[in-house]
């Protein structure tokens, strides 16, 4: 993590640019979304609905846009800074090393953290850092805002999405023990292939083509056991969480069409439920990964030696 | 589906197999789109009707009806998706490794070990994900059957929604996906020979260390690593900001077309749209051609990149056969 | 003027010096001879500001400083040390020098006319003759830097050693006439470099012995 700091400390300018970006991208989402409820509003009480209320609407239909876009942009700007004063940090550490003590330095080494460690975290900063973060502002943003606008309504989507984040945490270590083993069984084959390439002369030489394909399929069979059960077990926690993934909707509507009939809410408001449940679970699912990726990527960064 | 993996499915006696799980599988999304889409209208209408009674049936119904969806899907992946993936492995990977072991030493030697190791062992997964892993051939032909089958039932509620939602849709699709995201690749390309540059300068630091120190060589090194480090920056911009404007445009495109046929349907309520739960599961077909559009699009590139794979594959397998 | 003050070194745990002394006067020449591993090309890199000593001290024109030291003084190690930049940016290392004074150090290091047959002359990038480059030619590119630098302390460690003995005949003169007005330290397993040499020291068990000390081995070397 003190690297992470360091990273952020040295580019805090336009890390703070890429978050201002982000809030005003959600902000100008969740007004679009606000009128668009108004628009249903409007259309199922046939009110009129004039041009300035179309004006307003477009404008926040183009600011939208433009502000996703800002969002993207500053938010990867800043990311690839980090990243660029990542390698640089990286590139002094070692210059220093290599002119100085030399201690525990050698070229093996220095290009291994480059081509793994570094490269790794350089690749999340660039693609996955500011989607982790930006989705993370969306889901506070999103709570926030929803919060604001029906209290019931919002715990009825939040409730059922945190036990399905219970659930797709615990489906996770279950498929990746699988996923391993599978894994682990696919390098003793491929282990298989990479000796009779290797020893190609001496098969021939030694007639050894029959040894070699039992080895094979001995080891191909092992494989295909494992990643049959991989395949099975993925399809049925798959399945799982594709029910479950539709529980808060199914809630949504059914709490929000009472609250509609009992004139608690509007048609509009369930509208903007229904438009930001999407984006505000997808966000709390998708949690368990960010944080395993996130941890990989705080691993990889502890690993580089930066000044 | 490319010709080449036609031909490596048909030599490994898989391809009717395939085809049927390809059926089997791929109306999924459209009854899913379905699905929601009459969830949401029925919800709608019978809070608009004010009928609280219907409510609760409507709940256990469509979760019955999610239950039984879901449950097709993961009795078709789970035996005859997963049976037909372990059949084209195992067939292939052992069809390449006893051709691999019919050769002669000079044949072998064409090849590098590594090349042959390559298509041994990658090359399988890589054409084997061509087929059954997401984004790539199974997926888009989901994608293909949802979007036709969602344009054919949008067409059939609305032709005149359905009109302007295509009227949105084709040009901002066609300036975001095709022209604008194509591109991508090639940044992506520059930005990894830069890193090869940068991730280059590590040896010359670590065994020039002490000339560098003597001659005071510290900064045109770390200048020259520094540019090699802004060319990867430079690049990788360039892709992110398509890749923003992509989303801008397909973000306007998306809330354009939804607000499009909101006002439209309004004009037309109570007479081309029925009322408003009607015209919000038009706006969800919608939606779904929309994602669709976007699904197949993704598919492309990744299809393409496993495709490589294939055809070394079946390059090997021709060999066999000469 | 060049002063080693009871050194003592440690490398990876292993004792090289212990109590080493040594003072090479202004302008002076010195060859230092011993086996291989015996720690000579060691002592220049203590002396160049290279390796810091665990105890004692090393002073180089009333420097003690390492990173000062390092400042002072100009090296041809054995591996030439090349980065992978233009054949001009080796030889400077980025550092602003006339036209004219380039010209003389390629040409006092035999480099001038290989120079002149490749397409981008002195700004031909390194890196992409990684292959083409002989030793002899990367060698004679640090010899280059080397003389560029121009300090007045000049250590060499086996400079021509990936030299054929035309062109090592020609890069010691050259270095010979450079370092006329300079305090040279040569360290050569090859006595017959150190010609004309003020004085001649023997590397053995971690001391420095002068040639003089051990008669029988000069008559036989020289």
Known sequence: MRNLRLLLKRNRIWVGVAVL??????????????????????????????????????????????????????????????????????ATRLLRKATNDREGLSVSSAMSVAQNELAQADAYLGNTFFDVFGMAFTGILATIFLLL????????????????????????????????????????????????????????VFDGEALCKGAFRKRLLAWEGHATKNGRWHALYNTLSGILSRVPLLLLLLVGGYMVIRENIQIGTLIVFLNLQKSLTLSIMNLPSWLSGFQVFTTNLSRVEIE | MDRRVVRILKSLGLWKRFVVMLILRSPFDFLNAVLGANMLERFLRIAQQQDAQNLQRNFWSFLLFT?????????????????????????????????????????????????????????????????????????????????VLSSVVLMILNAKLYLAAILVMIPFFFLGAVIV???????????????????????????????IRIFDGGQITLQKVEEASKEILRENMRAH??????????????????????????????????????????????????????????????????????IRVEEVLGKKSQ | MIELKNVAFTYQEKIVFQELSLKVEKGQKVGIVGESGCGKSTLLRLIAGLYRPAEGGVTVDGENDPEKISQKVSIVLQTPMLLPLTIRENITMGHAFSEEWIRQVCAASNLTKWIETLPNGIDTYLGD??????????????????????AQVLLLDEPTSALDGENAAAVLEALDHFGEDKTVLHVTHRPEHLVGYDRILRMEG???LEANASCAWRAVSL
């Open chain 1, 21 to 90: 970006a982000a809030i005003f991208s959600n902000l100008s989402q969740m007004i679009y979304t606000y009128y668009v409820g108004e628009l249903a509003n409007r259309i199922v009480g046939r009110t009129m609905i004039g041009l300035a209320f179309l004006a307003v609407l477009g404008g926040f239909l183009v600011s939208n846009a433009v502000t996703q876009f800002l969002n993207q942009y500053f938010g990867r700007f800043a990311a690839e800074k980090m990243a660029h004063s990542l390698r640089m940090g990286y």
């Open chain 1, 149 to 204: 606008q029906d209290i019931l309504l919002t715990l009825t989507l939040l409730l059922p999405t945190v036990l399905i984040l219970v659930y797709v945490r615990f489906s996770s270590r279950k498929l990746s023990g699988i996923v391993s083993s599978t894994q682990t069984e696919k390098a003793r084959m491929n282990q298989v292939v990479y000796s009779a390439v290797s020893a190609f002369p001496a098969v021939k």
């Open chain 2, 67 to 147: 239950v039984l969806l879901f449950g097709y899907n993961a009795t078709i992946w789970a035996t005859v998706s997963v049976r037909a993936d372990m059949l084209f492995h195992e067939r292939l990977r052992t069809r390449l490794f006893e051709t691999m072991l019919s050769q002669t030493q000079q044949e072998m030697e064409e090849r590098s070990a590594g090349d042959w190791i390559t298509r041994l062992n990658s090359d399988v997964d890589k054409t084997a994900n061509y087929l059954t892993e997401p984004i790539n051939f199974m997926h888009r032909s989901i994608a293909i059957v949802n979007l």
């Open chain 2, 181 to 211: 995201i194509r591109k991508i690749p090639t940044y992506r390309k520059k930005a990894q020979e830069a890193f090869a540059t940068y991730v280059s300068w590590m040896e010359p630091i670590v065994n020039a260390g002490e000339a």
């Open chain 2, 241 to 310: 900001r398509l890749t923003a404007f992509s989303s801008l445009v397909n973000i306007f495109s998306g809330n354009l077309g939804y607000l499009l046929l909101l006002l439209m349907g309004n004009s037309m309520m109570g007479s081309e749209v029925r009322d408003f739960a009607q015209l919000s599961k038009i706006t969800q077909y919608r939606g779904e051609m929309m994602r669709s559009v976007m699904c197949v699009s993704n598919c492309q590139s990744r299809m393409k990149a496993n495709l490589s794979g294939a």
């Open chain 3, 129 to 150: 003759r990684a292959d083409e480059l002989s030793g002899g030619q990367a060698q004679r590119i640090a010899i280059a830097r080397a003389m560029c630098k121009n």
């Open chain 3, 206 to 208: 971690g001391k420095l």
